[in-house]
Structures are given as C-alpha cells and as structure tokens.
C-alpha cells in the first residue's frame, strides 16, 4: 500500500497554479456550472478504454447492518475486520480496495444510546491501520488517534460508550501517513447512533431510515483506482460505492443520512424539481427542521434530510444532483406504502451552552518551501504526535476562532475530535445555513473567520483536531489538544 515516501516518491504531486500541488486543491467547480452542462459528469465525458458507466443501471446498495456477537441491553460487541478486498464499482470489473468487513463501503454498524459498542477490530493488512468513529464522544484511547495503530495480523478492542443524543456518524481509519489513501481506497462506513428518546418524534425509521455515503474517485484506463493526482481528476462519484446508481422507493416518506465521505469535496446537492426536509446534522437533530432547495455537504459532514415521495405518482423519477458532477442519484417511485411518519416542524431543542472561558485561535494553510512539497500546518506547526498545542480544562467551555490565512485561497476544512461545537459567526456575520445545529466539521475558504464553541465534557486525555481534507491532515495540517483534570 501507499506510504508517504512511496506516493512522493512515485511523483504523486504535480505542481499546479500558484504553486499548489493540485493534489492538495480540493475537486471544485464554479457556481455558474450549476446552470449551465454539466461537463463534469463521467458518463457524458468519458473516451478510454476501460468499461464506461452507463447511468440508472445498478441499484444503490443499502450497507447490511452489521450483526453483533453479544448482544445485552447494556452492550453490544461485535467482530470487524480490515482487508484488502475486490469491489466491483466499474461495471464487470473487479477493482481492488480496502474494505472494512471485507466491504465497500463497510457495513453500517447501529449503535444505541445509553447501551454501549464495543468492536473487536482484527487488522488483516500488512501493514498498521486503525478506526475512528467520527464525530463519537468516545474515551482518548478508544479514539483512534494516529499514533495508536492496530498492527497487522493483530485485533484491538475499541469502546464506544454512546452517550450522546442519537445521529449520524462514520468511521474511517486514521492512522498516522496512510489515513488519506486507506480512506480513499475505500476504509468507510456509517455508524448511526439510535435513541429512544426521539421514538415520540415519530420521524421515518426502519428500512425507509437509509444512509448514503458520497464520495468521489479515479479510474485509471484500465479500471485501476488512481490514489493521488489531481482531485479535479475524480469525476466518477459513488452513492454507497456505486456510481449513477438508482434507488425504488415507495410512494412515502424516507429519511436519508448524507454522509460526505470524499477525501477532498464540496458536494453542493439539489434534487429536480423537489426540496429536502433538512433535520439533522453532524451532531444529531437539528431544533426545527428546515426546508430547503440546496444542501452543501463538505467532507466528513453529515446531514440527515426527509424527502417526501407520497406525491409523487407510481413511475416518477427524482434526480439527486450537483453542482458540479451532475446527476448522481436516482430515486424511482415504484410502489404505494402506508406511511405514519411525520416530519415535525420542532424537532430536538439544541443544548444550552455555558458561558466561555477561553478564547483560542486556530489558523489553517500550507508553507511552502523551494521544491518540496508544502508543508500542512495549524497555527504555523507540522503535526507533532509528541506535542500539545492546546491543554483545556475538563468541562471548560471555550470560544475558538478558526480561520485560513491561506496564500494560496485553497479551502481547507475543520475537524475536531471528541467534542460537537456550534457556530456562533461566519465571517462576524450569521452562520450559513449549512453550519447550523451541533457541527464537528465544517469548511473554511481562505480568507474566512469562523467563532465556534464547544463544551470538552466528558474524558481526559489527548485528542487531535485537523483539516479534514484528508490530503491536507496527512501532509501535517493536524494539532493536538490535551484535557486535563
Ligand atoms: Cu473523520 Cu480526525 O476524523
Ligand atoms: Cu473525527
Ligand atoms: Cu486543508
């Protein structure tokens, strides 16, 4: 597999405009493409030789949910492996990927408030990997930071205590240098966290509550995943690891988990002639849902949406879109179903803030230097696992102001670990509607200020916080922070 040596090695990053390798420029397009064809689209672009993708030809696969060993009411333990496996994501080819399970994506595990996951994860690589439940309130050394490696041949237990409000999560390895392509070449799933208490809301459930993982990737010409090139290269987009699928609904409400799992995209997605009930979002659900006709979905965010199909009649199709790829999803309504499912217009109340503290600021971009590539930095340092670059105190509330001085106008994206925070300011001014509700990722253009606070309850211990384009995390954009008693 990939190293960091063996991709520089190996030429990965060509240099590109104003001196950013374009590796590390995330895939974006421009806003008038939205109007206009969209070029982007693997299906009306592609000439080469290996098999092209036809669209609406494969059906959206919804990821088994994977079966725990034990199961009691206060705990549920389950068996996962890591592997190097095959997936057929071209048509009648076999590329090769890593999968979680064996799969990809990887099965979608079903976790429960107040009832604890624990995950016997066996690594069958041969070489380190790990898991991170993102977005998990979960203790420092059940986290899976990057220097905590599951050794090849070797299993490591992992506790996720779930005790935060139902939501939509994910977990992906995030070993230290391999994150980006062990990520890429397919190490995902999605994680739901169920709660009781949202059972009164009476909101979609069952197999009408359904995740869709988006990503983007590469194809070489002869079908071979291409790791690290350009991100404007990886025009083939995958809803749950399969491109321009469709997917029959019954003529009802579903609720759908958006979960952008790319290394490095901003998904901008509408739906023809129809808008998205938007309920939830990182964190969980949202105080009131909103209706809207457009979602922006950076890398690792999530956002839950309810679509109506009830008034549609039986054969209609309803195209899920963006800005940039075009059409990537289709829902065929094939049939009628009784539907008792509301979508309420006050959902959860979102929890009270204490007042903060601390005021910190955190300031993503790269350096560079003569012929190298750049270096990824927070606050002017390369990642250091041996270094504390903040130390918070438990159960302190702090106020922290993240911004890009990038010279380069990149994007860059902020992650941080353990804890959800809430935007309080985009650029002094109110957040976007993309930022609302409880946030543990959101994207940073140069040039902007985000005020985001968080409450650090729970754990002592030592977490990172990172540039969640994976890209930018690997080459050192990641810093630590340290919860002391
Ligand atoms: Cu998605 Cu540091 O994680
Ligand atoms: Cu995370
Ligand atoms: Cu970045």
């Known amino acids: 597999m990939l190293n960091r040596r063996g991709v520089l090695a190996a030429g990965g990053i060509a240099a590109g405009v104003l001196g950013v390798p374009k590796l590390l ?33 494969r059906p959206m696969p919804v990821p088994p949910v994977l079966k725990p060993l034990v199961s009691t009411p206060k705990q549920e333990i389950y068996q996962l492996t890591i592997e190097n496996t095959t997936a057929e994501i071209l048509p009648g080819l076999q590329s090769p990927v890593l999968g979680f399970g064996g799969q990809f994506v990887g099965p979608t595990i079903r976790g429960k408030t107040g009832r604890k996951t ?85 909101l979609p459930s069952g197999a009408y509550d359904v995740p869709i993982m988006l990503r983007d990737i590469q194809f070489d010409d002869s079908g071979n995943i291409v790791v690290f090139d350009d ?13 321009q699928p469709y997917f029959e609904v019954a003529a009802r409400k579903y609720r759908f988990r958006l979960i952008n799992t ?53 054969g209609s199709r309803v195209v899920l879109t963006d800005f940039m790829a075009g059409e990537i999803l289709r829902f065929d309504v094939v049939r009628r179903a009784t539907d008792n499912s509301r979508v309420p217009a006050v959902l959860r109340p979102l929890p009270a803030q204490p007042l903060s503290t601390v005021d910190r600021e955190v300031d993503l971009a790269f350096v560079f230097k003569p012929n190298e590539r750049p270096d990824g930095v927070i606050n002017g340092k390369v ?7 903040f130390t918070i105190k438990r159960g302190a509330t702090e106020t922290w102001l993240i911004r890009s001085s990038d010279p380069t106008g990149v994007k860059h ?7 959800q925070f809430r935007v309080l300011e985009r650029n002094g001014g109110p957040p976007l509607p993309s930022d609302e509700g409880l946030k543990d990722t ?44």
Not at 47 to 54: D, E, H, Q, Y
Not at 231 to 243: D, E, F, H
Not at 413 to 419: A, C, D, M, P, Y
């Open 262 to 314: 790319a290394n490095q995209r901003v998904f901008k997605l509408k739906l023809t002639g129809d808008k998205f009930t938007r309920i939830g979002s990182d964190g969980g659900l949202l105080g009131a849902s909103v209706v809207t006709e457009e979602l922006i979905l950076s890398s690792a965010e999530r956002t839950d949406v309810v679509i109506d199909f009830s008034k549609y009649p039986i």
């Open 118 to 202: 624990l995950i016997m994860l066996q690594n069958k690589l041969d070489e380190p990997a790990n898991v991170h439940l993102h977005g998990g309130h979960v203790p420092p050394e059940h986290d899976g930071h990057p220097k905590d490696l599951v050794e090849p041949g070797r299993t490591r237990l992992y506790l996720y205590p779930n005790t935060q409000q139902g939501t939509t999560l994910w977990y992906h390895d995030h070993s230290h240098g391999t994150e980006a392509s062990h990520v890429y070449l397919g190490l995902h799933g999605a994680y739901v966290v169920e709660d009781d208490s949202e059972r009164g809301l009476n």
């Open 25 to 57: 420029a995330p895939a974006e397009g421009h806003e008038d493409s939205t109007h206009g064809e969209h070029v982007f689209v693997e299906s009306k672009t592609f000439t080469g030789t290996r098999p092209a993708i036809v669209p609406w030809t």
């Open 442 to 485: 959101i994207p940073i253009t140069a040039g902007e200020t985000v005020k985001v606070r968080a409450t650090f309850t729970g754990y002592t211990g030592r977490y990172v916080y990172h540039c969640h384009f994976l890209e930018h995390s690997w080459i050192g954009m990641m810093a630590q922070l340290e919860i002391v008693p």
């Open 383 to 389: 990642f250091d696992m041996d270094r504390v670059d």
């Open 413 to 419: 994206n902020f992650h941080l670990h353990l804890v």
């Open 231 to 243: 991100p404007s290269k990886r025009t083939v987009v995958l809803a749950n690891g399969v491109p």
